[in-house]
């Protein structure tokens, strides 16, 4: 009896079956190659709650991207741990390009200095987009403190030990490691006066408890707008625009006391180059937009335009810094 020979008909159906399953991965490879992402909404991880400046900011750069990008960017506010808990988050997502993360300075260069173990390496769980937004630092004192200036802040603290102190958003935060490096240019002590979130130092301030508070300027604006805190000096290089007539810091004679407060965009590791580059050339764009400036301006934050291999450069020079000043503040980490 001859052999039978094999039935390519039966094959047919099991080899269209596996490729219909392989066709979906194909095309979104495809569609994101031709240049079709986003094809559905993007998920953007505000590490933060609502309400406060990164979520607004992070808020305002998302409308604008949604609409360069038709195609909608929604904010997931998922707080907890300074920042951590989010940016872990979209460590673990998919790199797939719809979940990104709003990030900051705190989560990148400083919060790595303050514990021992992270549940992610800040260089190499992330792939950098691009920088959002920068915020300068004020120093404000309560209106009826008798000091004008920053010198004569720095000459009362040198009279005698804790006649100085000043209020931030924690241990760690940029408002107290900005004093601490004050501190240490002056060659005095600042007391730091740590509060959960820095509206809570405000009250203390006005009523005399502490002298100062060190805050972003888009935290401190109605303080100073209502005239129950003054400016002392912008921790910034330059004036900002939103404040012009408040020196800087430099101009105060200690230019080094710089430290802004940054916010920009990562993906998680993996992301392709070609989604990075959308990503990055809309935010770009969306920067640009005079109406998004006007937003920024009028919380006291200024647009940063800075490629991902400059905000990776940034985190790293950050870091060292500030470990620098941690290391000199006694600050340990937990």
């Not at 709650?49 to 997931?76: C, F, H, K, P, Y």
């Not at 390009?97 to 900051?104: C, D, E, Q, R």
């Not at 005698?160 to 601490?180: A, C, M, P, Q, R």
């Amino acid at each position: 009896m001859p052999a039978r020979r094999p039935s390519y008909r039966s094959a047919i159906p099991a080899a269209l079956g596996a490729a219909a399953l392989q066709l979906p991965a194909v095309v979104h490879a495809q569609s994101t190659a031709a240049g079709t992402y986003p094809a559905r909404p993007i998920r953007m991880v505000v590490p933060y709650g609502a309400g406060g400046v990164s979520d607004i900011l992070g808020r305002t750069i998302a409308a604008r991207m949604s609409e360069l990008l038709a195609q909608n960017i929604v904010v997931d506010n998922r707080a907890g741990a300074g920042g951590v808990v989010g940016s872990e988050f979209v460590a673990k997502a998919t790199p797939d390009g719809y979940t990104i993360l709003f990030s900051s300075i705190s989560v990148y260069s400083i919060i790595p200095h303050m514990r021992r173990q992270m549940p992610f390496d800040p260089d190499t769980a992330f792939t950098p987009i691009g920088g959002v937004a920068q915020s300068s630092t004020i120093m404000a004192i309560g209106s009826a403190q008798p000091m004008k200036t920053v010198k004569e802040v720095i000459e009362r603290a040198k009279s005698g030990k804790g006649k100085i102190s000043y209020g931030s958003s924690g241990i760690g935060s940029v408002g107290h490691l900005t004093g601490e490096i004050l501190g240490q240019l002056a060659g005095t002590e600042l007391l730091h006066v740590p509060f959960k979130s820095a509206a809570m130092a405000y009250p203390d301030a006005m009523n005399g408890t502490i002298t100062m508070v060190i805050d972003s300027l888009p935290s401190a604006m109605q303080h100073l707008k209502s005239g129950s805190m003054r400016p002392l000096a912008m921790l910034s290089a330059v004036r900002d625009p939103a404040m012009p007539d408040v020196p800087t810091i430099a101009e105060a004679g200690f230019p080094e006391a710089v430290l802004v407060f940054w916010s920009g965009l990562h993906g998680p590791a993996g992301l392709t180059g070609a989604v990075t580059q959308r990503l990055a050339e809309v935010l770009g764009r969306s920067l640009q937009a005079p109406e998004l400036r006007e937003r920024f301006a009028a919380l006291g934050a200024l647009p940063l335009p800075m490629t991902g291999k400059e905000l990776a450069n940034r985190i790293r020079t950050d870091r060292e810094r500030l470990g620098k000043v941690m290391k000199a503040a006694g600050i340990q980490p937990e």
